[in-house]
């Protein structure tokens, strides 16, 4: 299945993957998906991964919000500072 992965996308933006949902030791359906990558075995959790590029597109614009509102408070702090 394809999935659309934004858990990077204020670092490295939003990328497909052809993944499959885990399931746990019972058999029940997980909210994490995996794929391999050079051989290797990634996971993503249920917040980190979409089932449309439209999801993820949204997750990205609600993480980069949150971004510009903890860089504002950051700034107000240093500008706050006296030496």
Known sequence: MKF???KY?????IYE????KTTNHLGEVETMIMHKVDGMLVMYHGKEWHG???EAIRKAEEMRLKK??????SIIKLEK???
Do not use: C, N, P
């Open 68 to 73: 510009i509102e903890s860089l504002k408070k």
């Open 81 to 83: 500072l006296k030496f």
């Open 9 to 13: 996308a204020l670092t490295q933006g």
């Open 52 to 54: 449309t590029k439209e």
């Open 17 to 20: 993957v052809e993944a499959e």
């Open 4 to 6: 659309w992965i934004s």
